[in-house]
């Protein structure tokens, strides 16, 4: 097949010859066009194209596919529904089921669950063929828009409040872990591709402008991140990635404060880092349990949470996967362990929820 009917990561296979055609040879220029710029992955221009093929032929209801799939792609969700509806609009029955999938995707991450709930039911209905991933995540999909429509007649009492320019910048900060005290707060940086850890006190109520952590955690050739601290404040276990000791692309570190300065990190080996990608680790009040996440096999999906136990002989114990009640086939991500020892967070995009990952 043509590199155009696969590229799109894409939904859907022309059913009938003549739907990749006009008789009007502006659009069908345009979209000629399209479908170069789509061989180069100019995304932009293919977009374009397309824009200006269905306003020369506003009944060219593959181009209105094919606008609906790049802007789902590319998370312009917005757009793709807009897309989707009006190939829909020319006649659902000239449509491939799989336009029922796309529009029922972008309308999830749209929020707009009613819908997508319509739409998504219509291709699990209308869909014959036997494609395994289309049909596993479109029942996903069913169970995230179920929970979300009911979810949002009674939502639970939540405000976030955002720090403000004593922490904030802007550049990109997050995975933010606060000491037990509250008085210290670690979080990375995003400075122009690299990662850094900064640090931030808490004085008279008020956060300190934030400083570099350490020039011995923080490296200007590797990226820094991900990083938990434990209660008493001084190990620092972190996620380095592509250094010269490391097992896989990202492994997992540790520093231990020594008076007011933090020592030189060590990577903490096999068997807990592995080959694979081993990242954001949680570490437990008692300072004996390691969680993380790995894409490494022996997993339920992509990426799962792990643990690792700390062994009397002061090495780590092979990492054991958290299993069923909280991976699924898809990712599970950033753990974070409660002070209680008991109450683990950790965000998902394979449980129901309200679209993409959500915090559970």
């Known amino acids: 097949m043509k590199k155009t009917l696969l590229l799109f990561f894409l939904l859907f296979v022309v059913v009938h010859a003549g739907a990749q055609t006009t008789n009007i040879k502006k659009a069908q220029t345009n979209f000629d066009k399209a479908q170069n710029y789509l061989k180069q992955d100019n995304y932009d221009l293919a977009v374009s194209a397309l ?17 609906g799939d790049i802007n789902r792609r590319t998370k312009n969700f917005d757009a793709a529904k ?11 029955d000239k449509a491939d089921p799989r336009l029922y999938y796309g529009l029922a995707e972008s309308e999830l991450n749209t929020g707009d669950y009613l819908n997508a709930l319509k739409h998504i039911e219509l291709f699990i209905k209308n869909y014959k063929g036997n494609d395994k991933d289309f049909i596993n995540k ?6 995230d828009c179920e929970f979300a429509v009911l979810a949002i007649k009674s939502p639970q009492k939540y405000e976030s409040v955002n720090l403000g320019k004593e922490i904030n910048s802007s550049y990109r900060d997050y995975f933010p872990s606060i000491t037990a005290d509250g008085e210290k707060l670690i979080f990375s940086r995003n400075i122009d591709g690299n990662e850094d850890f900064f640090i931030s006190s808490k004085i008279n109520k008020e956060w300190t402008t934030p400083t570099p952590l350490s020039d011995k955690i923080n490296t200007s050739k590797f990226n820094e991140g991900a990083q938990s601290i434990s209660p008493d404040g001084l190990y620092l276990f972190f996620t380095g990635c592509n250094r010269p000791d490391g097992l896989g692309r990202c492994d997992i570190y540790v520093s231990h404060k020594e008076g007011n300065n933090w020592g030189e990190p060590f990577n903490l080996g096999a068997p807990l880092n592995s080959p694979f990608w081993d990242s954001q680790p949680a570490i437990s009040p008692d300072g ?38 909280i991976n699924t086939p898809y990712d599970e991500h950033t753990p974070f362990i409660h002070p209680d ?13 309200l679209g993409n990952k959500d915090v559970f």
């Open 288 to 325: 004996t349990t390691l969680y993380f996440v790995s894409n490494r096999p022996g997993g339920l999906g992509g990426y799962d949470i792990w643990k690792s136990t700390l062994k009397s002989d002061g090495y780590w114990g092979v990492p054991q996967n958290l299993g069923p009640e």
């Open 51 to 67: 824009l200006e093929t269905v306003k020369e032929d506003p009944s060219f209801q593959f181009a209105f596919i094919q606008l």
């Open 138 to 143: 479109a029942n996903k999909y069913l169970k």
């Open 82 to 92: 807009t897309a989707y509806l009006n190939a829909l609009n020319l006649g659902a």
């Open 341 to 353: 020892g008991k109450t683990l967070y950790f965000s998902s995009d394979g449980w129901p929820g």
